[in-house]
């Protein structure tokens, strides 16, 4: 089982325990060459690290998410239930709550960290892989700051001609929410197999942090605001490097992980 290691020095998290050739290869692909959390971007920006228990409580996974109870992400054919009250997280979102409900304000936090959905693995399927979220709360935080720094992220990530697209999406956790497209990154917007001729690919979820969470935090969301993000840091590694198969990176082939 590959492990994303976030150690506690907070410039590089990180190659440090990256001891098996498998592990590096992963941070490499997967972490664009270790550019991505490396922190040139987000810590760059004035993000710390939060982390959370990957064995979870309902409460928040789900309830002080704003998912409505008949969600159908809270399903047992979904979600890997350990008992009545806990659950195998099914995103990183949870590590966001526990930061809003233990942390003073203003909060920018990054939060990498596994997965798990009871998903039968195939091409596009695993039923563990990892997240990597953003949130920011504070006073007078605005969609615009949402932009800036997300146009800042890809454009760090994928080039400076990178575009970007925002499209109204919906999620429970965030009020409005959007989707986010990038130039393709393979024919630069033109059309291609890889972005199915559209010239756009969609690599995040985002949106203003809605105020029903911010309300079960016990923050008052007439004082502060808040926006948050999310991506599978699986998706934009198999994205940015052409890779059909999302079983390839945990399968420990070797004459797979050879060419990166
Ligand atoms: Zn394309």
């Known amino acids: ?66 998912a409505p109870k008949d969600h159908p992400s809270r399903d047992m054919s979904d979600t890997f239930y350990i008992s009545d009250d806990l659950l195998l997280r099914t995103q990183t979102s949870p590590v966001q709550i526990r930061t809003m409900k233990s942390k003073e304000l203003p909060i920018k936090v990054i939060s990498p960290g596994r997965c798990f959905r009871f998903d039968s693995p195939d091409a596009t399927h695993s039923p563990m892989f990892h997240q990597i979220e953003g949130l920011v709360v504070g006073k007078d935080i605005t969609m615009a700051q949402l932009k800036g720094t997300l146009e800042m992220y890809v454009k760090e990530l994928f080039g400076p001609e990178t575009k970007t697209k925002f499209r109204p999406h919906n999620f429970p956790f965030t009020e409005p929410s959007v989707e986010i497209d990038v130039t393709c990154f393979k024919c630069e917007g033109a059309g291609c197999s890889m972005c199915k001729k559209e010239g756009w690919i969609e690599i995040l979820g985002a949106g203003m942090v809605h105020p029903n969470v911010l309300r079960n935090c016990g923050i008052d969301p007439d004082e502060y605001s808040g926006f948050a993000f999310g991506m599978g840091v699986e998706r934009l590694g198999m994205l940015k490097y052409e890779i059909e198969d999302i079983r390839l990176l945990f399968e420990n082939d070797k004459r797979f992980l050879d060419q990166f």
């Open 1 to 66: 089982m590959l492990i994303l290691c976030t150690c506690s020095q907070k410039t590089n998290f990180c190659l440090l325990n990256a001891k098996s050739r498998q592990q590096s290869i992963f941070y490499s692909i997967l972490l664009n060459r270790k550019k991505v959390l490396k922190g040139v971007i987000f810590l760059g920006l004035g993000f710390s690290i939060a982390e959370g228990p990957e064995i979870e409580t309902i409460e928040n996974n789900f309830d002080s998410l704003n």
